[in-house]
């Protein structure tokens, strides 16, 4: 039997202002990545100088949530939410690397991943309800849903509407 593959909740959101909900996921989308914030006074070329820099200006926590981020494997399943409320469903296709770029600083999304995004949106009828639940409890964070019925579904959605592209 082939192993669950793990489903993230990517607000793209950063903790450092406000913005309209979704501008990240948005941002994210545009640019067929998947990422968090925390901006660091010099731009890493390593992983490794980038978790070190987060956990000194960010605290050891920044620093863990980051490492994970860049240690999933290729092929996770990411949620987000545009501006338009919608779901969208990516799965990550690339290693870690930082984007200083003008837009990232614009939406504070600094640490970015590749992600191939689906172009269909879904509805919150449509996506696992625990999915819908971890956005709706709010937060900032790149979050794992622990659920084995929303990996069969994201699963099942993914193979659905992968040829659409």
Known sequence: M??????????????????????????????????????????????DEAVAAAADRHGEKAGRMLRR??????????????????????????????????DAREVGIHHVRPATWLPRRFDEDEVPAAVAATFARGGRNLQRTHDADAERRTAELWDAHAGDA
């Open 69 to 102: 981020f860049a240690a999933h494997d290729d092929g996770t399943f990411v949620w987000t939410r545009p501006d338009d409320g919608s779901y969208r469903l990516g799965r990550l296709s690339g290693p870690w690397h930082y984007d200083d770029s003008p």
């Open 2 to 47: 082939t192993p669950p593959v793990p489903v993230l909740r990517a607000p793209m959101v950063a903790r450092d202002r406000d913005l309209a909900p979704g501008a990240g996921a948005a941002f994210g989308l545009a640019r067929g990545v998947v990422g968090t914030g925390d901006a660091l006074d010099v731009v890493p070329a390593t992983i």
